[in-house]
């Protein structure tokens, strides 16, 4: 995850100059704002990019320390340092719009217009202090959260990833989502004070507010997600037919009735979000090839350190500079065991300059390898980006940020794997591609409901749409609808199964993750072309191509200073996202899912 700009921006905005309450700044600001002309804009959008520079660093420096050390001391140092942030931040929001109407250079217009969107507005300092602190309770709370036997999300997790059987796992499945229940009433009151940070910008709430952020209207925002998700639904449908059916030759068809969704606890994750770890239960072909990554890291001993090697030796062979010397001296790689820190993996640049750090607790696990991928394309977006003015140090749009990693991770073929000793030679045989495409699938197809189904649950909770008695009533309607997946036990109005999943308690925004998993097969397919790829897309690999590398950066290097659809053209040469690089990836699977399928009953 990035913290910044996005994710806190959208909680906590960004500033432009000091709030009316410092006399001396506001009398500057105001003799500007008097006679609002398009030198003064320039000259305020200048200002602000100074200002928020510093009020940035020291937000992510306070969050940075927060989230390596959860204490009552650093969680309140945060909500303070946040608060100060939002005070600036809310009066100069109010301040771009007098610039509204001007004719503006497009650079000096497209800032303003970040600075707008990106703005929850709150004059009364009491509520600023009160959300901030209530955003570094929530994420706090989850960072430690522990069951009543001291379990915390790593011990139940790897439960979840390895257990087959179907008690032990729902023990563990429950036990992690009881941490949550104590933040409900929390959370509640955090969604009033974001609504009423939105209304202050001028939006109708916060979700409103968050789908504002794609050069598009939010309506229209709305429209583009319903339409991708129906690209690939169909894909979706297959696969959780197939691994519906070889997990009831697990666990019985009492436990997975044929036309019921699957239950949650069963599919190898805490969220049921991503399905690897059940590979070896549904393996179409057992037998003709092993892909077992996470064997081999264990068995060869890899460390942290290690895989993170290889991750930044990937973006170098693309021609990429190296990480710099302090990225290995400052971030964090493995669970301390003296302290609490939040485990959820993360990128930072913490002074916007260049001060790359990832912050991860990383077990040898092809997983974290993957997620190491993912975490080292933020940081080099960071790393292409961090020259400009702050306003622009950000994705085309946030899915952008999310897919960069994801994208070379794409490329790590069984080929590349074998290359690293992870992976023995393939043979040439058609049910290794099967194999070595089920297993993808069940990572990065799976994922995609779940994706999209996170904000459509706060998108209602921010509109109301959603009651508050409701959260969970409308949290299993949707894990069922768009999933097809449901709790085998009744989760009741006292628990709060959002709060166990990250980005709701931290208060992320999630569409990111759904768009990334549709950009990503879209960056690869066009890498995979400057790479001069021949053959079937799922075959390449672009490691050690400087054309892709080159191309890569060129984009990169635009940050948010262009809108997002000029972006994806200058890689990809298409200014819509679209799902079709991700279905001819998946055609092989695709076909022989039919064939599989044929005759069964499936749905939920
Ligand atoms: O949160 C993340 C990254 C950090 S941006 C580890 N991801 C989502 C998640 O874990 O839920 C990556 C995939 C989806
Ligand atoms: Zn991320």
Redesign the pocket.
């Known amino acids: 995850?990035?913290l910044r700009p996005l994710s806190l921006a959208l909680l906590l905005g960004v500033a432009a100059c000091k709030p009316a309450t410092d006399p001396k700044l506001a009398c500057t600001q105001d003799a500007e704002d008097s006679t609002p002309t398009p030198a003064g804009a320039k000259a305020f959008v200048q200002k602000a990019n100074e200002e928020l520079k510093r009020l940035w660093t020291e937000s992510s420096t306070a969050e940075w320390i927060k989230n390596n050390f959860i204490t009552d001391d650093t969680e309140r140092n945060a909500a303070s340092a946040n608060e100060r942030l939002l005070a600036y931040q809310s009066e100069a929001a109010k301040r771009a719009t007098a610039f509204k109407g001007l004719p503006l250079d497009a650079e000096t217009a497209r800032m303003l217009y970040l600075l707008r969107i990106a703005s929850p507005v709150l004059p009364d300092p009491e509520k600023r202090l009160e959300m901030t602190t209530l955003a570094a309770g929530l994420e706090g709370h989850y960072g430690k959260g522990k069951d009543p036997k001291g379990r915390d999300l790593e011990v139940l997790s790897n439960i979840v990833r390895t257990s087959r059987s179907y008690d032990e796992l729902l023990d563990a499945w429950v036990s992690w989502h009881d941490t949550s229940k104590s933040q409900r009433a929390a959370y509640q009151r955090f969604v009033e004070l974001q609504n009423e940070g939105a209304r202050g910008a001028g939006f109708t709430n916060m979700g409103d507010m968050w789908r504002a952020g794609y050069d598009m209207t939010p309506e229209a925002f709305e429209a583009e997600t319903d339409r991708l998700w129906q690209e690939v639904k169909p894909l979706y449908d297959a696969l959780h037919c197939y691994v519906r059916g070889r997990l009831q030759q697990h666990y019985g068809k009492d436990k997975i009735p044929d036309g019921k969704p699957i239950p949650a606890h069963l599919l190898g994750n805490m969220?049921a979000?991503e399905w690897g770890n059940v590979y070896g239960l549904v393996e179409p072909y057992p037998g003709v090839a092993k892909l077992d990554v996470t064997a081999a890291l264990v068995a060869q001993a890899w460390d942290a350190k290690k895989m993170v090697k290889t991750g930044e030796a990937f973006f170098t062979s693309l021609g990429m500079a190296p990480l710099p010397p302090t990225f290995w001296e400052r971030s964090l790689f493995t669970k301390p065991a003296d302290r609490e820190v939040v485990c959820?993996?993360?990128?930072w640049d913490v002074t916007y300059s260049n001060d790359l750090r990832i912050k991860m607790c990383i077990q040898p696990r092809e997983e974290d390898l993957v997620?190491v991928h993912?975490?080292l394309g933020?940081n080099y977006y960071y790393q292409a980006y961090y020259k400009l003015p702050v306003l622009f140090q950000a994705g085309a749009h946030d899915g952008f940020h999310?897919a960069i990693g994801d994208a070379l991770a794409l490329s790590m073929t069984p080929r590349y794997l074998t290359q690293l000793g992870l992976a023995p030679e393939l043979p040439a045989d058609p049910k290794v591609v099967i194999n070595v495409q089920m297993k993808d699938a069940l990572v990065r197809v799976a994922?995609l409901p779940f994706?999209k189904l996170i904000d459509q649950w706060r998108w209602d909770v921010f509109s109301g749409k959603t009651a508050p008695g409701d959260y969970q009533k409308a949290w299993w309607a949707l894990r069922q609808k768009y999933q097809g997946v449901a709790s085998a036990v009744p989760r009741g109005e006292d628990a709060f199964d959002p709060g166990a999943?990250?980005?709701v308690p931290a208060n992320?925004p999630?569409t990111r993750?759904f768009l990334?998993r549709i950009l990503q097969f879209q960056f690869y397919k066009s890498l995979c072309e400057k790479a001069g790829h021949k053959g079937p897309l799922h075959e390449c690999s672009f490691y050690g191509s400087k054309e892709a590398g080159a191309a890569l950066q060129k984009m990169l290097a635009m940050g948010a200073s262009q809108p997002w659809p000029d972006a994806l053209e200058a890689l990809t040469g298409t200014r819509a996202m679209s799902g079709s690089a991700l279905l001819e990836y998946f055609a092989p699977l695709r076909a022989w899912l039919a064939e599989q399928n044929a005759g069964q009953q499936c749905g939920w």
């Open positions: 995850m990035m969220w979000q959820h993996a993360s990128a997620t993912h975490e933020h999310e994922f994706g999943k990250y980005h992320v999630y993750y990334a």
